[in-house]
């Protein structure tokens, strides 16, 4: 009796050495501490896709899934994490609940739960305490503020009701598995940009609307540009003749202002300024011809219905309603007698290698036609950066052909911390859906609570081909200026 005793309180602390911290802490590398999270993450996607993830994920471990009717629960096959003799043997489960808070809002919360065989001896009179299963109950708060946010509701008091028992076991103790809350989230949020080129017809003028970027008219169109202060730490990079790479997340409001405030310095130190944007080179002439015009009512008219782009079917990041204000902020920089011009250095069809190979030729000759003048390029990060990638040997970003030919170019990627964007994604049912998503940064982009916004150079060029980081802070969604006036969604579209 004394060994089952014994040998039972083996099996109670399974992870004892984590409880000093909390089973279902989460390390903050802000602070260094492992702490008990007091929000929860709002996931920008249906609760149905959401789920259908999680379920990937177990898959990937070999695990079979459950699920109850509704989609809402399930919960994986038991597993045995050890080899305890018969009669003191554990196993444990993955149990997962979602909440669904709207059309494209959900809560995923998912649980580890541990059973014992142990238990089933108090029913035989062998042993007076049973292992205890923690039950928590309290309700959830949606934070109305914060559309794509978190949810306050403290961890501890989250319910674990439903969860699913088993005959021979008995549920002893669960806990929010926030690993794999993580990895979840990984999977939802730290997905690559799609650019949807080639095939994309443009939807008649009539049939769009334009949002959020107003027409011109003669009382804005002489307005001073929206230059705030100086970016932080960008100075030493204005140079003639210099070129910087921007790698630009897409479908943000952060990045074109970023690129708008470091313009605004570099004219105001008397240098010529060319903004490079992703935006296909067939569209040069419809914006020299805008940018050089008085932004009248018919001259916005004229740029927005003679372009194909601004008016595809599917619109991704790069014709967000931010880049369009940056067109007519550099228009009216160049209005108030800066020297700017703008160059379209992307393409209407080509992918992969051809695609990055024309991107940099129209890159440098934007370069050599104003050789004088400082060059700072908005592109996706895989076409910004400088060096090969590791998974393509054949590979060539745009940045890299072009930094061979101007060793002095430099890359910059962005740190932030979580927000969202408008963006175009393959889906968790392998279409690609073009809206607005929440973008978590990987550890390396993640932007603490103690770093300030603003550009911070690296010692030396990094791996992955930067030079230095743009700290953004929380992104957040800029959806297309033109939307066709129905909702829609790519499936099956090339991209790039």
Known sequence: ?????????????????????????????????????????????????????????????????????????????????????????????????????????????????????????????????????????????????VP?????????????????????????????????????????????????VGGNTPVPMRSMMMEGWGEADEATATLAPECGTPLEGAASLYSAGGVLLVADPLGTQEVPTAALRMMCEATAQGLPVTLALSIPASEQPLLERYVASDGESADAQEFLTGSAFWRRTYQDGRSSRAMLWLVEQARRLRASGKDVAIAAIDVDKAQGNEREAQMAQHLLKAQAARPQAWTVALTGSTHARTTDVSWDGDFEPMGARVARALPSTRALDVGFQRGSQFVCRYNVWEEVECNVFAISPTQEARQSSKQAAGLKLFATQQPHGFHGRLYLGALNASPPALQAQRQVTAANFPSK
């Not at 038991?78 to 809002?105: F, N």
């Not at 108090?122 to 299963?133: F, Q």
Request: hydrophobic content about 35%; proline content about 5%; overall charge negative.
């Open 1 to 145: 009796m004394r060994r089952i005793g014994m040998m039972l309180g083996l099996v109670g602390c399974v992870g004892c050495a984590n409880l000093t911290r909390g089973l279902n802490a989460q390390y903050n590398p802000d602070t260094g501490e492992y702490e008990t999270p007091q929000q929860e993450t709002v996931y920008l996607v249906p609760a149905e896709d959401a789920m259908m993830t999680a379920r990937r994920i177990l898959e990937k471990q070999r695990l079979g899934v459950l699920e109850e009717e509704g989609g809402l629960e399930m919960y994986s096959s038991l597993r045995d994490p050890g080899h305890a003799a018969v009669g003191l043997r554990t196993q444990e489960r993955y149990y997962i609940k979602a909440e669904r808070l709207g059309p494209r809002q959900s809560l995923v919360r998912i649980f580890r739960l541990n059973y014992v065989e142990a238990n089933s001896l108090i029913e035989k009179g062998l042993l007076n305490t049973p292992l205890r299963m923690g039950r928590w109950n309290g309700a959830s708060r949606l934070d109305a503020g």
């Open 148 to 196: 794509g946010g978190h949810v306050e509701s403290p961890f501890i008091r989250t319910s674990m009701d439903g969860a699913p028992m088993d005959e021979s076991f008995r549920l002893a103790n669960g806990y929010r598995d926030m690993v794999f809350e993580k990895s979840l989230r990984e999977h939802l949020e730290v997905a690559p940009a799609l650019e949807l």
